[in-house]
């Protein structure tokens, strides 16, 4: 059964229901580098994050969570709704447009996986859900913090007492959640990334209630109307069953053809079932792979080698930059066609969609200090011939 990808302090425990010992002050599970590791918080000091196992295939799985566990404050790892921002240092909107299009990217989903240098990490993907946009931008960004910041107290923050809404000092978008520098020239509290969410808002309903009661007291205001996001749910994780493939294929080939139909186009799958190539035999391997986990939308297993959908467009290592700190990157999770099924992106008009994005970041895991540093993310499509 799937456990939930949890918060640094606070999160769900697969040993729930069991007595602990007097030592023990709090117990907490977290998602860190590639596995859940269970730590028991005694009265002596933390030892810190510890290194995870080799080879360890963890699984994302989405599960619908009280809206308080999702706060930033609680350290998720979720899909869609507003960002959950680490560091409150935020990225500039500009960083958030689509190379294509120009309009602001939404939070696809975000993945808190600390690793040995940084005790709080997380790694946020936006994307452009425009309709029918050409080149439409995929980024991903990654912050990290330290035990001792600037921004959480170093001790555990119980989850009913973490605060409902994010600090009013943080100037978000109300449409989006990203960085607001731009306020309603009449009321001048509502905050907007830019002009296209400020006036999608005024359309959506802030036109009737700029300047009234409606916008509740200073530093209190209400989040935009305008659905343009998302839909916000928990990734909560499992590790991969290392059961043989063997068994029972037949039935579980028959659940991922299931799954997978309502992500693919029938000429796409018809195409494959025309040929026997190499094409055929990486997109049979990938099939046979997530038939043990039909569900799954998320696979993680940093400095392992990713489940590629289809023999193209397969990068070198010399297509994966750098990162900015000389570093090489490696591969940490990859993003699986099946989320496709829970965004309601037919809901929006758009025309999203991907056989795999897989994410790079930096193998040393650098410090940005406070900021949001750009990590590389390679898509891959679905072939058909």
């Excluded at 960002?83 to 309009?103: I, M, Q, T, V």
């Excluded at 699986?336 to 969609?353: F, I, T």
Aim: net charge negative.
């Amino acid at each position: 059964c799937a456990v939930g990808i949890p918060n640094s302090f606070i999160g769900h425990s697969s040993l729930a229901g069991t007595t602990a010992p007097p030592a023990v002050l709090q117990q907490h599970v977290t998602w860190q580098g590639a596995h859940l590791h269970h730590h028991v918080r005694m009265a002596a000091p933390d030892v810190g994050p510890v290194s995870p196992d080799p080879g360890a295939v963890e699984l994302g799985f989405v599960e619908r969570a009280a809206p308080a566990r999702l706060l930033g404050s609680q350290f998720p790892s979720k899909v869609g709704g507003r960002p959950a921002w680490l560091s409150l240092e935020l990225p500039g909107p500009e960083r958030l447009r689509c190379g294509g299009c120009a309009r602001p990217l939404l939070l696809l989903l975000q993945v808190y996986a600390p690793r040995e240098r940084a005790f709080h990490r997380a790694l946020m993907l936006f994307c452009c859900a425009a309709p029918r946009c050409a080149r439409r931008r995929f980024v991903a960004l990654r912050s990290q913090l330290g035990r001792v910041n600037d921004f959480y107290p170093a001790e555990p923050q119980p989850e009913a007492q973490a605060p409902l809404r994010p600090p009013p000092e943080l100037r978000l978008c109300r449409v989006c959640g990203a960085s607001g520098p731009k306020t309603c020239s009449r009321c001048r509290r509502a905050r907007y990334c830019g002009e296209e969410h400020q006036r999608a808002d005024w359309k959506a309903g802030h036109r009737a209630e700029c300047g009234t009661a409606a916008l509740g007291a200073a530093g209190d205001l209400t989040d935009s109307t305008l659905n343009v996001l998302f839909p916000e749910l928990e990734l909560v994780t499992e590790r991969e069953d290392e059961q043989d493939e063997d068994e029972c294929e037949e039935t579980l080939a028959a659940a991922a053809d299931v799954c997978m139909s309502e992500v693919m186009e029938e000429k796409v799958l018809d195409a494959m079932a025309k040929h026997t190539t190499k094409e055929d035999r990486i997109f049979a391997k990938f099939k046979k792979r997530i038939a043990l986990a039909p569900d799954q939308v998320l696979r993680y297993d940093r400095g392992g080698s990713p489940l590629w959908v289809s023999g193209d467009n397969i990068p070198t290592d010399s297509d994966i930059p750098n990162c900015a700190c000389g570093a090489r990157r490696e591969f940490e999770f990859q993003v699986m066609p099946q989320l496709l099924n829970h965004l309601k992106v037919d809901r929006l008009g758009e025309s999203l969609d991907w056989g795999t994005l897989v994410v790079y970041t930096c193998a040393q895991s650098c410090d940005p200090g406070n900021a949001y540093i750009l990590e590389f993310i390679w898509k891959q499509d679905f072939s058909a011939e």
